[in-house]
């Protein structure tokens, strides 16, 4: 869909509307009067319109809809006003008797219509899957293409698309006063929507019907039987939040045995980044139950969601909470934790935290990993002299408390991005949260105005880029989109998708991997040293980020203890409204770090303070905290993370021989009593 300017959108928003109402309007009057001209100029201003309207303002066609004035009540009425006009035009009884039949063929065609409708949701009830999957072989399920997007989800369009050539048959009517551009008109009408009709009807014969969902159920049991997972990540959360999944994808992949992802939203299965991992999604809770019966013993848990309960209450499994990050925030310590059999954090200042904040969570719990995915962070060399002093800006989010000391954005942003501009030595990566805006209108203007003043700031350093790095890189960016992409039809559905994105071949997630850091060392290499970033995409990565940057400036979050893997200076920016001295006693992670005040004064001393060699006083700061927020730095995290899936797996055999023991009659009442109402979430969607 092509942009179009704001100030027109906004124009349509209310014109169009008033539009479609005038041309009804001046069809009714050129159909009573009767007169003619007016009858068709109103119709091709209304077609004009509608067409107007679901291309640039969709929006309000909905809007429309909800109100009853749909497009099939508008297409309707347009037309009958048409045959009215038609009708009245005509000098005599016999003249008018000629034009009837018109009015049985519009009919014919309106049922038609309605019949593939009908028929349309009866093939979409059959192509929705009870499970959703990725990266598995479901041959033997009978997956097929979808229909036409025009047949069988966009009944609006196929409606107006068919339709066309009876209202244009009608208006040729009129101008002509023959009925034979309408008949013509009508007749190809109908002929569209019964083509259309019989092409849904073959869809739901027997020979082309995909599998039951019993039967997909069934399947879905014996893959679980033949795979035999080890350890499952689950998953469950917006559109937005798929980036606190896709940080453990590599952990999860790296790990010895065999990895599942379990997902519970039918959207989420294309959100998940490039894996060879095999990915189901099971959208209900009674299918999700069957997990119980498979050999799945650890399910990791990288958020908490309102779905996240009705996978605990499986008895065989074994759960830890991972989470996606960890700072001094109250979400790092949520209550909901306790739910889990296991805590798994960073180091020693999460447990504290924990232990702090007393919200039930037992010491005995809590199992310190370390941060496998810091494991390939380049540790800090120094600020190399003579060259540009790379400043990484990484605010988080808003948050959903409304506190104003969750980002900096809002209130501090636009200072600190102005003083880093000011200097010349400096080049800025801008990466702001994805979810910033999504609560707080403020944030989100704050992020736009901070993007325009690095663009215009930009277009003023004038730095060209090499022609022959950026030809490389266009070339990265074929062969790694190549490998993570699948293409789908515009009329793709997920059966499709399902049916297209299966096992993967062998050696896939190494060419991915090599791929992607060659992408990024192009990327970073085809830039202007000098020049100024906005990097809002899923590439590169921050932890690619972290590898360009001498600084990172940042808020009370998980990316500052992620950044302190490097060993590279950092700084704060307090918009809390407490004093430097409280803040830091409230918030350890900023032991080490440079506190910045929201007026940006302090950028100046900060960017001096990394260039000088000698000036920079907290490097023992920095090792001492690494070392208690990501724990000992000569011990892999990835092995202590299995070393942990191992122990808990442990577990959960002893808990499985426990439950085992227990007589099925013993175990009756407490399974019917969890079958009472189930979490807030919907069990399906």
């Known amino acids: 869909m092509r942009s179009v300017p704001s100030s027109l959108v906004r124009a349509g928003r209310l014109v169009l509307p008033a539009i479609l109402v005038a041309s009804f309007a001046g ?36 809007a429309l809809a909800r109100t009853r004035a749909d497009v099939t009540v508008r297409v309707v009425l347009r037309d009958l006003l048409l045959v009215a ?63 036409p997007a025009l047949l069988s989800r966009r009944a609006s369009g196929r409606l107006r698309l068919f339709g066309f050539p009876a209202t244009a048959g009608l208006m040729a009517t009129a101008l002509v006063d023959s009925p034979t551009p309408a008949v013509i008109g009508v007749g190809l009408a109908v002929l569209a929507g019964a083509v259309g009709l019989v092409e849904l009807l073959t869809r739901l014969l027997p020979s082309r019907r995909p599998a039951e969902s019993e039967e997909v159920l069934d399947w879905f049991d014996g893959w679980l039987a033949e795979y035999r997972p080890t350890v499952a990540l689950y998953f469950s959360g917006g559109t937005s939040s798929a980036y606190q999944a896709n940080m453990w994808l590599d952990t999860l992949a790296r790990l ?56 605990l209450r499986i008895p065989t499994i074994k759960h830890a ?34 232990a702090q904040a007393e919200v039930g969570v037992e010491d005995k719990d809590i199992v310190e990993v370390g941060r496998p995915q810091l494991d390939g962070i380049r540790p800090y060399a120094g600020h190399s002299a003579g060259g540009p002093l790379t400043v990484l800006y990484a605010p988080t989010w808003e948050g959903w408390d409304g506190n104003p000391g969750n980002t900096s954005v809002i209130e501090a942003g636009e200072n600190l991005v102005r003083e880093l501009l000011a200097d010349p030595g400096v080049r ?27 663009r215009a700031a930009v277009a003023g350093q004038q730095a060209t880029p090499e022609p022959a790095a950026v030809a490389e890189l266009e070339q990265a ?92 200076p950092y700084a704060v920016a307090n918009t809390s409204g407490l004093p430097e001295d409280v803040f830091r006693e409230t918030f350890p992670t900023v032991g080490a770090a440079t506190i910045l005040t929201p007026d940006g004064s302090g950028v100046s001393r900060l960017l001096d303070s990394v260039r000088r060699p000698g000036a920079d006083l907290l490097v023992g700061a920095r090792a001492e905290l690494r070392t208690r927020l990501l724990g000992p730095a000569g011990q892999p995290s990835l092995a202590r993370f299995d070393a942990a899936v191992q122990g808990l797996t442990e577990q959960a055999a002893h808990r499985a021989r426990i439950v085992g023991a227990i007589p099925t009659q013993a175990l009756a009442p407490a399974q019917e009593a969890t079958e009472e109402p189930l979490p807030t979430a919907p069990a399906d969607q």
């Open 27 to 62: 069809q009714v009057i050129g159909a009573l009067l009767p007169a003619v001209p007016l009858l068709l100029a109103a119709t091709a201003t209304g077609l004009a319109a509608e067409a107007a309207l679901h291309r640039w303002h969709r929006p309000m066609a909905s």
């Open 85 to 147: 006009g038609l009708l009245a035009h005509q000098q005599s009884q016999d003249q008018r008797t000629a034009y009837l039949p018109l009015v049985l063929g519009l009919l014919t065609f309106y049922a038609l219509h309605f019949a593939c409708h009908a028929t349309a949701l009866m093939v979409r009830r059959s192509r929705t899957l009870p499970v959703l999957t990725r990266n598995i072989d479901t041959s033997g399920l009978r997956l097929t293409t979808a229909a």
């Open 256 to 311: 010895d045995g065999r990895p599942l992802i379990v997902l519970r939203e039918r959207f989420m299965v294309q959100k998940i980044g490039a894996t060879d991992l095999p990915i189901v999604c099971v959208p209900k809770v009674a299918d999700l139950m069957r997990l119980e019966h498979s050999t799945l013993p650890v399910m990791l848990h990288p958020a908490n969601s309102g779905k996240t309960s009705q996978v």
């Open 321 to 354: 909470f991972v989470n996606h990050g960890e700072s001094d925030k109250l979400s790092s310590v949520n209550p909901y934790s306790k739910a889990y059999d296991e805590v798994w954090v960073a180091g020693p200042a999460a447990r504290d935290r924990y």
């Open 428 to 454: 800025l990566l801008y990466k702001p949260h994805p979810m910033t805006g999504s609560v707080d209108a403020r944030a989100g203007a704050a992020n736009a105005r901070i993007q325009e003043m690095i």
């Open 477 to 568: 960016t074929a062969e790694l989109d190549l490998m993570v992409s699948t293409k789908f039809r515009r009329a793709a559905d997920d059966m499709e998708r399902m049916l297209l994105q299966t096992t993967p071949a062998p050696g896939r997630a190494a060419e991915v991997a090599a791929a992607t850091a060659r992408w990024e060392e192009r990327y970073w290499a085809s830039l202007p040293p000098v020049e100024h970033q906005i990097v809002t995409g899923s590439r590169p990565a921050l932890y690619s980020c972290f590898d360009q940057a001498d600084l990172l400036i940042s808020d009370v979050s998980s990316v500052v203890s992620d950044y302190l893997a490097s060993g590279k």
